[in-house]
């Protein structure tokens, strides 16, 4: 008697298993998909890459290994806008000295231009055969360079979205973009392992710093003109003084990715593959701090415009921002850091 009831038992239970199956199959053939799957309102789901302050100050970009650009209220905290677009990292940010235009480039070789104000995206640049790594705004604002994968500076008319003059030199890809105060130089930085520096009115070559034993990551003029520190793989910080190398600064124990000068040019910072943000003495070259808080490498750097700020990207997908006159991380905008 027992032996038939639980066989009834097993039975009812195989069918009940069998009527959920086919309802199951059912609802994925004929339900609607369910929505995609979209990163969280505040903070980086993945590698940042680069930072940088609008000329005011009042708002910070950040770009990143999740294809998206984040705008952020540094004072408050806050992240403000979610620009979308790519197809694949974001490499590079720049804003406009007007603060009305911000440029980025990523990995699917276009640059993009986009209304802070909005978010809306104003125009897309295409004309680079592989990723775009480096753009950089003229001081004037009338011309934009991006740089990359195929080894080419490229220079845009940022109102008109042309492309203006084609420079070419190095052997491999260009990492690093930046225009002096004057705007009569800009510099790149590449893969050949040297400083190029160009006439951007001309394309012609003013000169070629030679000096680091690998990859050169980083290059950043000092307010004022005049000094130039670059920085990369051989895991040196080197400063340039009117096209001679002048100083080198070794302290990162790996490759450095990031520099960039305060606004008033007497502190340099740098960051790297060691975790650390490291600040110098621009002037007489004298490691001043060192930084700890990211928990992986360290990708990008940008000082706020007057100052009170230092800003840095990292490997474990926060933005810190620092108080460089203290050494002392303010607060963290993503996730996973406390400040202490």
């Known amino acids: 008697m027992s032996a038939p009831q ?84 974001v490499r590079a940010v720049a804003f406009a000295p ?21 978010g809306r995206q104003a125009a897309v640049l295409e004309g680079h055969a592989g990723r775009v790594r480096a753009v950089a705004f003229a001081p004037d604002g009338r011309t934009l360079a991006s740089a990359g994968g195929d080894g080419k500076v490229r220079l845009w008319d940022p109102a008109d979205h042309a492309q203006t003059l084609v420079i070419e030199g190095h052997a491999g890809r260009v990492r690093a973009l930046a225009f002096s105060p004057d705007g009569a130089t800009l510099a790149s930085a590449g893969g050949d392992g040297t400083v190029r520096l ?3 009115a001309t394309g012609a070559a003013q000169a070629v710093l030679e000096g680091h034993t690998s990859w050169v990551r980083a290059v950043a003029f000092a307010p004022g003109g005049g000094q130039l520190a670059s920085a990369g793989d051989d895991g040196t910080v080197r400063l340039w003084q009117d096209g001679a190398q002048a100083a080198v600064l070794e302290a990162h124990a790996d490759w450095v990715s990031a520099v960039a000068f305060s606004p008033d040019r007497r502190t340099l910072a740098s960051a790297g593959e060691d975790k650390t943000v490291r600040l110098w003495d621009a002037g007489s070259g004298v490691q001043l701090a060192t930084l700890a808080a990211h928990t992986d490498s360290v990708w990008g750097l940008g000082f706020s415009p007057d100052g009170h700020w230092l800003a ?29």
């Not at 097993?10 to 369910?34: F, M, N, W």
């Not at 969280?40 to 940042?48: E, I």
């Not at 997908?317 to 996730?335: D, E, I, K, S």
């Open 6 to 89: 639980h066989r009834t038992f097993a039975e009812r239970v195989e069918q009940l298993e069998q009527r959920v199956a086919e309802l199951e199959a059912a609802l994925g053939t004929h339900a609607d998909p369910p929505p995609p799957v979209r990163p969280p309102a505040d903070g980086h789901t993945s590698v940042v890459r680069a930072v940088a302050f609008a000329p005011d100050g009042a708002t910070l970009a950040s770009a990143g290994n999740d294809g998206t650009v984040r705008l952020w209220d540094p004072a408050a905290g806050r992240q403000t806008r979610l620009l979308e677009g790519y197809a694949g990292r």
């Open 98 to 118: 007007s603060g009305a235009l911000l440029a980025s480039g990523g990995d699917d070789a276009m640059v993009r231009l986009w209304d802070p104000a909005s």
């Open 198 to 200: 160009w006439d951007p």
């Open 312 to 340: 840095s990207a990292g490997e474990d997908c926060n933005v810190c921002l620092w108080n460089p006159a203290t050494g002392r991380l303010v607060r963290t905008l993503g996730r996973g850091i406390v400040p202490v």
